[in-house]
């Protein structure tokens, strides 16, 4: 994923610009209601197309919401021309969702020269924790 521009950019603008960015953003049905360095948040819908046998969120669909979520708030933390990739990924899951929005927020905990880490916390609309996801991306630097 490549340096965005983080000017004021409503949800729709987001969402396109995740989509194009990474075109499986749209598979995954992920909206970006905000996005700045210090958070993004995105939303996803429960649908039966992404349950696994008892009906809750199949756990390789939350890693990708979370990773691509992940990926961008990253993203808005690269110099300019810089790009980046997942490197590293761990999920805890805490609890199903079986059923309703899910709210997906991205934070910070290090930006470095060459590595940032993000956490993501997958929440229910019940306000329960249903995982919560720590990746780190490399900085790739401008070609120049």
């Known amino acids: 994923m490549e340096h965005e521009p983080t000017d004021q950019e409503s949800p729709e603008e987001l969402t396109t610009t995740i989509r194009r960015i990474m075109p499986f953003c749209e598979v ?3 909206t970006v209601v905000e996005a700045s360095p210090e958070r993004v948040a995105a ?3 429960w649908t039966a197309e ?3 046998v008892f009906g809750g969120l199949h756990g390789g669909y939350v890693m990708a919401v979370a990773d691509s979520t992940g990926a961008l708030c990253a993203a808005r933390n690269l110099p300019a021309g810089a790009g980046t990739s997942t490197i590293e ?3 805890n899951f805490l609890r199903p969702v ?3 929005t899910v709210t ?3 934070t910070p905990t290090h930006v470095g020269r ?3 880490v993000v956490q993501t916390e997958v929440v229910r609309d019940d306000g329960k924790m249903a995982a919560i996801t720590t990746q780190t991306q490399i ?4 070609e120049g």
């Open 104 to 106: 997906i927020v991205s």
């Open 43 to 45: 939303t996803v819908e």
């Open 139 to 142: 900085v790739l630097p401008a």
């Open 114 to 116: 060459t590595t940032i």
């Open 89 to 91: 990924s761990k999920t």
């Open 98 to 100: 079986m059923a309703g």
């Open 28 to 30: 995954l049905g992920l």
């Open 50 to 52: 992404r349950t696994t």
